[in-house]
């Protein structure tokens, strides 16, 4: 089993940016597909981006949003530039030790993380 822990969240102006962290411990991580989901008031939770060796992101964040891991750290990062209301959202973080035929699938995730609340103001 595989514990994930997010951090970074916290409220931004439209236009800024933030780092989202998601340390993972329990397996070893190189071995891990991670992707960050997020999930609005009363709305679907919806894929965000994910990585393996590729990375993969949502139309509506491509662009604005880079993932990245760091196997020494055990660590997946997304950063988030040019920060939107609509981005709103409590952003978790997902683990699966099989790569996915679709990322967006949050089924096929078997490990997620407690979640961290960001929010943009207008």
């Known amino acids: 089993q595989v514990q994930l822990v997010e951090s970074g969240g916290g409220l931004v102006q439209a236009g800024g940016s933030l780092r989202l962290s998601c340390a993972a411990s329990?397996?070893?991580?190189?071995?891990?597909?991670i992707a960050w989901f997020r999930q609005a008031p009363g709305q679907e939770r919806e894929f965000v981006a994910a990585?393996?060796?590729?990375?993969y992101y949502a139309a509506s964040v491509k662009g604005r949003f880079t993932i990245s891991r760091d196997n020494a750290k055990s660590t997946v990062y997304l950063q988030m530039n040019s920060l939107k209301p609509e981005d709103t959202a409590v952003y978790y973080c997902?683990?699966?030790?099989?790569?996915?035929?679709?990322?967006?699938?949050?089924?096929?995730?078997?490990?997620w993380g407690q979640g961290t609340q960001v929010t943009v103001s207008s």
């Open positions: 990585i393996f060796w590729a990375t």
């Open positions: 329990g397996r070893t991580f190189s071995w891990l597909h």
């Open positions: 997902a683990a699966v030790d099989i790569p996915l035929s679709n990322y967006g699938e949050d089924d096929k995730y078997n490990s």
